[in-house]
T-cell receptor, first 114, second 117 residues
Framework: GAGVSQSPSNKVTEKGKDVELRCDPI?????LYWYRQSLGQGLEFLIY????????KSGLPSDRFSAERTGGSVSTLTIQRTQQEDSAVYLC????????????FGQGTRLTVV | AQKITQTQPGMFVQEKEAVTLDCTYD???????LFWYKQPSSGEMIFLIY??????QNATEGRYSLNFQKARKSANLVISASQLGDSAMYFC??????????????FGAGTRLAVHP
């Protein structure tokens, strides 16, 4: 596709359930990033992929959070046993490799845990 | 460790005036990139401008310019001739250029800009 695609756009889940958020980056982009944004707040770094490997997982809040990337393309962020504090917008971005390339963002997944 | 600091949670500016949004950063790398993004109330992230650590000239893109002071580790965004549509959150970001393809991208806390008529 032309841009970064995230699905679903909105997800309402019950506390304790597992959820999977999907990110389809721009074709050819080797770098992929996941961020979490609470209402009115900044972008909290979660994890960064270069190709299929994750050089930096330092932002994952707990072991309930995991992410994978397959084929150097699609990435899935999984949250197990969701809690109400997990409610936020989850943003995915992709870019070419290198420090001087802009990152392109998806529209985000709004997760609500009830 | 990387760090981006935006010290202004909120800023007000009169329409048609210029405004400066502050950003300081901390890195031990020599090669890095600095970015500014705009996030309107719709939530989309819009790329505005980029400055490379080795660039000698300040970056400009239309009404946006980046006041890059490398020794002070600051990369302030200047918006000239503010418009009502400039009201949004503005984020400063940095990506380091370590070897081996390590290019983590981190963001500051953001500045909410309100443009008044």
């Amino acid at each position: 596709g032309a841009g970064v695609s995230q699905s679903p756009s909105n997800k309402v889940t019950e506390k304790g359930k597992d959820v999977e958020l999907r990110c389809d980056p721009i074709s050819g982009h080797t770098a992929l990033y996941w961020y979490r944004q609470s209402l009115g707040q900044g972008l909290e770094f979660l994890i960064y992929f270069q190709g299929n490997s994750a050089p930096d997982k330092s932002g994952l809040p707990s072991d309930r959070f995991s992410a994978e990337r397959t084929g150097g393309s699609v990435s899935t962020l999984t949250i197990q046993r969701t809690q109400q504090e997990d409610s936020a917008v989850y943003l995915c971005a992709s870019s070419l490799a290198g420090p001087n390339t802009e990152a392109f963002f998806g529209q985000g997944t709004r997760l609500t845990v009830v | 460790a990387q760090k981006i600091t935006q010290t202004q949670p909120g800023m007000f500016v009169q329409e048609k005036e210029a405004v400066t949004l502050d950003c300081t950063y901390d890195t031990s790398d020599q090669s890095y990139g600095l970015f500014w993004y705009k996030q309107p109330s719709s939530g989309e992230m819009i790329f505005l401008i980029y400055q490379g650590s080795y660039d000698e000239q300040n970056a400009t893109e239309g009404r946006y310019s980046l006041n890059f002071q490398k020794a002070r580790k600051s990369a302030n965004l200047v918006i000239s001739a503010s418009q009502l549509g400039d009201s949004a959150m503005y984020f400063c970001a940095m990506r380091e250029g370590r070897g081996g393809g390590y290019n983590k991208l981190i963001f500051g806390a953001g500045t909410r800009l309100a443009v008044h008529p």
